[in-house]
């Protein structure tokens, strides 16, 4: 079999049936390694930081089921790691709307550039974005990875895109350790006019052994959507 390239190699986890990735839809979830984000909070640590141990999802199998099982599905969701983080996306998106099913994509907002590409070629229909905490501290939630500058202004761009697309985004929080009621009620207060900010509770990664890294599927759900 040939060595998968570009984005295919980036395929590390694939879940078949999901109920709770995409609120109110039954979706498929595949998942893409790497992130630029170093969240010490992060449930797919070895996806986002050390996807080569985790196996590739063959591109023929994940098209194979796409085909035989589109009919069952009411959408695909593609997370992370960090979707927009990985070239070749639109590539990867460009062959799931052969199968016309609709399609979310999981994001930290950082890349609200990408975000725009996917809209303007209808690669995805909705984003389902991330608002980590207020600005200020996205330092400390991202690991040091985004400033707090750099954050207002990237989210500033993604807030914009979802003013012109609404019906494209949604927008969530997820509570980890150190955020306040107040920090929280500050990243609600960013949302452009109309927009809630979802509240999902955290639960704490679990560690594990190296050989047994997979996907946190099971965490996954307990917490909802969280991880992108
Ligand atoms: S929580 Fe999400 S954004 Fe943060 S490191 Fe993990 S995958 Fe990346």
Known sequence: MDKPTGVWNCVRGFEHFSLCDWPGRTSCVIFLGGCNLRCPTCHNFELAWDMQKLPVIPE??????????SKWLDGVTVTG??????PGLGELLFEIKKYNLPVKVDSNGMRPKVVRDILDYRLADVFAVDVKGPYSKYPELTGDAVSAI?????????FELARQFPASFYFRLTKVPGLTAEDIAEARSYLPEGFELKLQEFVPPRRREPEHAQPDHETRRAVGDVVN
């Open 60 to 69: 023929n199998d994940l098209k194979a089921y796409l085909r035989d099982r």
């Open 81 to 86: 790691g960090e979707a927009t983080n990985v």
């Open 150 to 158: 750099a954050a207002k202004a990237n989210l500033e761009q993604i």
